[in-house]
Each structure stands twice: as structure tokens, then as C-alpha cells.
């Protein structure tokens, strides 16, 4: 008979709170608290463009957004993921793949660039074609020779998914799986890899220093290279040509694509060197493998190539004692706090 | 025992009750004068003289080129109403997650072509602008929702922002191998910037916004405009756009692509 009462009450109770909350039955495991999707501004870095503004991160929209940036069913016949190209150990590059690879060997147009420190990037893309941060997934799901995905079928395929119900209900209030929420958990996720943790990083706040070649390194990248990759982002966001040879099968006019002004042919936005050890190949289309083949190829600039940045028009020129400093330098940048933070680790491995 | 029958009692009746009261988000508003009402804008797809018929029908250009059209869909954005006495309202949500005041029209679902503003303060209203296509500010503001989702085939994801209005069909005369036409009409950046903000005229004609009645603007939609003035289009030459300096040619004709038909206020 108490019983019976007691579950009257419930019934009650329930009945007058409206709102039938299902119990959560998912208990994760990666121990992931508030402090841990906290975004913050790194000492000395600028105020970001992209500010979080109605999309502060929680623990369940970064787990919802690092589920989906490692599930496959994010591509049309479920057989790559954002992971495949943005790998952890690479910076979130892809080490090795000159150019991105999508479904059924499709290969793309550019090397698909590290992830990190993005709510610092004015314009996304090599040529700066996503001006906010949150529609950015759109374009590689979608792109044809990427992950061919139009967003309709990625909604359904996750309807289907009593787990990623449960996710979305716990990131957003509801199980409602709407584009807006996809993007803005895949940018919760992302928006959180700051790389600020290098040894140049710790050099600077003085809590480490310098061996003499690095430091000698630290002189000439300032002395040569620091007027576009501008400390302490290592890149001013700016589109330049630095006399690259127009590749003749990709035809590639850069920026020129967006804005399509002549006077932007075959320019491309400047890369962070953060990290630049783990990101090889390098430059939009990934034709260099190596950083002697970058200086080789700033040593020899052709001065009449067409829109060269006029920084460039005498080269750079390095003697092998200072190529060997510089790379000592570059070496720096590379933040194993970073492609080592389990936060940004496949869930399910 | 008795009591806990009682209670037993009393929560089988007495639940049900506070239940849906409880519930209940909408009373009824209680009979006083109306302050609001609402309005309708009702567009009418034509080319030249005949309604606008995807696939089948039969055009001509000012050139004299004949097309189809199997696509014509467009956003209607940032309404403001003038009243008799020069006031002006503007029918918009200052809240950036809200696609309130943003409209896709799109030819081939009817619902769409009946923009109904609601709230709209009851008085009587002589004139009415608003833009074809997006402010600048939300063609930048992330992942919106709504008539604003990027996934509704109207927003670029290689060169972001929306998709003002996109005109496909076919012509005998296009220059594309397949005989297509495909005008994407879209870009908010200079020297490309294709936001246009046109002003029907209302003809004299008054719509009395009442609790009762609901006025209905019907706006005749001339898709031939597109095609001329200032500019004609020759589809030998010009059978593709998406954005750029030819874009801008477009959205410079169809300024005067929306006229005001007649109004009922009824």
C-alpha cells in the first residue's frame, strides 16, 4: 500500500513538473571537466575574431563535436572523417598527402592545413573564402571530392543513432539534430586546440632558454621571415604570393578565387609555422617536403613572377651554418603538450 | 489506511487537473481593443505577362532568346513598413540566433510565397522596402538557423555567404554546352556587392492593419526583369554567375523586378 502511494505522488510529481526528463544513461569516462572547455586567451596572444558568442563551449558540446570530427559517417559512403585529414600527431594536418584526400580517391585541390588556434583566423581556407569559424565544417563535408556529404543525409544518419540522440539532448537541451548544432559542436571542439605551449612559448615567458643555435635561429627567423609569420601567432592572416611556380594541371589562382581582383592571382594565406616540424609537406599544395626545399625555393625567387610580395623580390638567402640555426629555431614551435592532449584524442581508441 | 486511500483518491482526481493547468502556456487573452495585427505579402512569379511556370513554360528575353526556368528562388530580408503619417516600422529581430524577419521564396513551394509578418502594430500603411538577399551582418554570423541555414542550398561554403537569388533554367541560345543557365546571384563585399533594397510603390493604396484584418500586399514578381534594363543579357555570352562583376549586372536589373499589384485589406 505504501508503495502504491509513494508511486502515486511520483506519477504526481511528474505529472506537475510537465517536462518528463528521461534519465541520462550515459556516463563517459574521459573525465573531461568544465576547466578542460574553458577557452582561453593565451598570454600575449591578441583578442581573437572568433569570440564564442552564443556557442560558449560546455563538456557535452566539445564530447558531441570530438565525436563527430572522428566518426566517418561524416563523408557519403562513410569511409573518412575530419581525422583522416587533421591528424593529432601532425598538428591536425595531414602529414605525408601533398594534397587532401576524399572519397572514393578523389584527390582535392590543397594540402589540408593544421588545425589550431583557429578562433585567431580572420578568414579560414587557404584563401581566406569562410569568414566565420562556424560555417567552415560546411564546406569539406559537402565538397564533391572531399567528404561528398550533403548535410540532409548526415542529419538523417544521425537521427538513426540513439547515442548521438542522447549527445545532442545533452549539449543543446533537445535531440534535435539540425546543421547549426553539427557546426557548432565541431567548433566547440575545435576552436579549444590552442597551441601555445611550444619551448619558443616557454622561452618567452622565461621559463626555459635557448640552445645558442636555436637562439641564433630565433635571431634570423626575426630578422627574415618574422614581417608575415608575425610573432606570436607566427602569421599576420594576410594573402601574398611568394613566387611559387603556377602549378599547371591545378591552375590554382588563390585568393584571386574569392574576391576575384587580378591583383590577388596566386596569392595564398600565410601559415602559422607553429608546429611546422609535424606539418610537412608544405605551401597550399603541398609541393615541398621538406624545409631545405622551402629555402631552396626562397633563395631563388624569380622577381618577375606576377603579384610577388614586394618583401620577396630579392629572396632569402641563407648560408647552410644559418639554414641549419633557422630549422633549430622552427623546431621550437612544435607544442607536444598539444598533439598530445588527450582532450583532442579519438574517443573511442 | 483510510487517509492513504483518501490521498490515493485525491491524487487520481486532483492530478490530471493540476496537471494540465499547469501546462497550459496560452490563456486566453482577454477582449480588449487590438493593438497588433498582421500583413501579408503575397508574391506572384511572372515572366512578361504569364505566371511563372518551372520547367514547361516558354520565355523570351528582351533579345529575343526563348528559356525555360526550372529554378527561381530568392530571400526577402529587413522589411520596413511606412504608415500614413511617415512613421516607419521596422520588422526585424535584433536577436542574431533569430531568422525572424528573413524570407526564402521559393517557386516550387507555395507556403513560401505568402510572407506573413505578424505583430505588425494595427494602422494604416502606404509604403513598404526591404532587400532582395542578406544583410551584410548575417552573411557573417555563423551557423544560423531557419530560413538562414546554410544547409538550404541558398549559402556558398567555398566563399561564404548567402545565395540572394538563383535563377536556373535552360535556352537554345545559352553558351553552356548543356544549353543551361545557372544565375547565382549573391556577394556583399565591395566591388561585387550585390544587396539590393527596393521600394514598391504602393499606387496611393492603403493597408489598414486591424486585429481583424489582415491586409494582403499582392506583389506582381517580374522574373524578365532580371534580364534587362539597364542591362539586357545575352545568353551567348552570359549563362553563368555565381557572384562577381557579373552579378552585379543582375542584381542591378531586377530592382525593379517587384511591383506593387493591388491590396486587399480583408
Known amino acids: 500500500m505504501k508503495t502504491f502511494l509513494h508511486t502515486g505522488l511520483f506519477i504526481l510529481l511528474l505529472a506537475t513538473s510537465c517536462k518528463v526528463d528521461e534519465p541520462v544513461p550515459v556516463v563517459m569516462s574521459d573525465g573531461l571537466t568544465d576547466a578542460d572547455v574553458a577557452f582561453n586567451i593565451p598570454a600575449g596572444f591578441p583578442s581573437p575574431p572568433y569570440t564564442f558568442f552564443g556557442n560558449t563551449p560546455t563538456v557535452e558540446g566539445f564530447r558531441l563535436g570530438r565525436k563527430l570530427f572522428y566518426d566517418q559517417q561524416l563523408s557519403r559512403d562513410n569511409s573518412i572523417s575530419c581525422a583522416d585529414c587533421h591528424q593529432q600527431f601532425a598538428a591536425f594536418a595531414n602529414l605525408d598527402h601533398p594534397l587532401s584526400h576524399g572519397v572514393d580517391n578523389q584527390f582535392g585541390v590543397r594540402n589540408s592545413p593544421p588545425l589550431f588556434n583557429l578562433p585567431w583566423m580572420p578568414g579560414m581556407m587557404w584563401d581566406g573564402g569562410v569568414t566565420n569559424f562556424e560555417v567552415q565544417p560546411f564546406a569539406p563535408i559537402t565538397n564533391p571530392v572531399e567528404m561528398d556529404q550533403p548535410i540532409p543525409v548526415l542529419i538523417a544518419k544521425l537521427n538513426a543513432s540513439n547515442e548521438y540522440k542522447l549527445l545532442f539532448k545533452a549539449a543543446f537541451g533537445d535531440d534535435s539534430i539540425t546543421s547549426a548544432r553539427i557546426f557548432k559542436s565541431l567548433v566547440q571542439f575545435m576552436g579549444l586546440m590552442t597551441s601555445a605551449n611550444s619551448k619558443y612559448d616557454q622561452y618567452l615567458k622565461g621559463q626555459t632558454t635557448l640552445t645558442t643555435a636555436e637562439g641564433n635561429g630565433l635571431n634570423i627567423f626575426r630578422s627574415k621571415c618574422a614581417s608575415c609569420h608575425v610573432e606570436p601567432l607566427l602569421t599576420d592572416h594576410s594573402f601574398r604570393s611568394n613566387g611559387l611556380n603556377v602549378d599547371a594541371i591545378l591552375q590554382d589562382s588563390g585568393r584571386a578565387t574569392i574576391t576575384q581582383l587580378a591583383s590577388d592571382l596566386y596569392k595564398f594565406k600565410v601559415p602559422s609555422l607553429r608546429n611546422v616540424s609535424r606539418t610537412w609537406p608544405y605551401m597550399h599544395d603541398g609541393r615541398f617536403n621538406t624545409l631545405d626545399e622551402v629555402y631552396d625555393h626562397y633563395a631563388t625567387i624569380d622577381s618577375t613572377k606576377l603579384n610577388l610580395d614586394t618583401v620577396l623580390r630579392n629572396g632569402i638567402q641563407l648560408t647552410s651554418l644559418e639554414r641549419s640555426e633557422l630549422t633549430a629555431f622552427l623546431n621550437t614551435l612544435t607544442d607536444f603538450s598539444f598533439i598530445n592532449d588527450q582532450r583532442f584524442k579519438d574517443p573511442d581508441y | ?266
Not at chain 2, 545565395?163 to 565591395?190: M, R, T
Not at chain 2, 527596393?198 to 500586399?217: E, H, K, L, M, Y
Not at chain 2, 552570359?238 to 557572384?243: N, Q, T, V
Open chain 2, 1 to 266: 489506511m483510510k487517509f492513504q486511500i483518501k490521498a490515493i483518491i485525491f491524487i487520481l482526481l486532483v492530478a490530471p487537473v493540476l496537471w494540465s493547468t499547469s501546462c497550459k502556456k496560452d490563456k486566453e487573452e482577454e477582449v480588449v481593443p487590438a493593438t497588433i495585427g498582421d500583413l501579408v505579402l503575397e508574391m506572384n512569379h511572372m515572366v512578361n505577362n504569364s505566371q511563372l511556370t518551372l520547367n514547361t513554360g516558354s520565355y523570351t528575353n528582351a533579345l529575343g532568346q526563348t528559356f525555360s526556368i526550372s529554378k527561381f528562388d530568392y530571400y526577402v530580408s529587413n522589411i520596413v513598413l511606412t504608415k500614413t503619417d511617415g512613421s516607419t516600422l521596422s520588422y526585424a529581430s535584433g536577436d542574431i540566433n533569430s531568422d525572424k524577419g528573413y524570407f526564402l521564396v521559393k517557386s516550387n513551394e507555395a507556403a513560401t510565397k505568402n510572407i506573413r509578418l505578424t505583430g505588425i502594430p494595427v494602422g494604416d500603411y502606404s509604403g513598404i522596402s526591404f532587400t532582395i538577399g542578406v544583410d551584410s551582418t548575417r552573411n557573417v554570423s555563423g551557423a544560423q538557423s531557419g530560413s538562414l541555414d546554410p544547409t538550404n542550398g541558398m549559402f556558398w561554403s567555398w566563399n561564404t555567404g548567402y545565395i540572394f537569388l538563383k535563377l536556373e533554367g535552360k535556352s537554345n541560345q545559352s553558351g553552356a554546352s548543356d544549353s543551361s543557365l545557372v544565375f547565382h546571384i549573391g556577394g556583399f563585399k565591395d566591388p561585387n556587392n550585390t544587396i539590393r533594397s527596393v521600394s514598391p510603390d504602393f499606387n496611393g493604396a492603403t493597408a489598414t492593419v486591424r486585429g481583424n484584418v489582415t491586409p494582403t500586399i499582392h506583389v506582381n514578381v517580374k522574373v524578365n526583369e532580371m534580364l534587362t534594363s539597364p542591362e539586357d543579357i545575352d545568353f551567348s555570352s552570359l549563362y553563368f554567375s555565381m557572384g562577381g562583376a557579373n552579378s552585379v549586372k543582375i542584381a542591378n536589373n531586377y530592382r525593379d523586378m517587384f511591383i506593387v499589384d493591388h491590396i486587399h485589406n480583408d
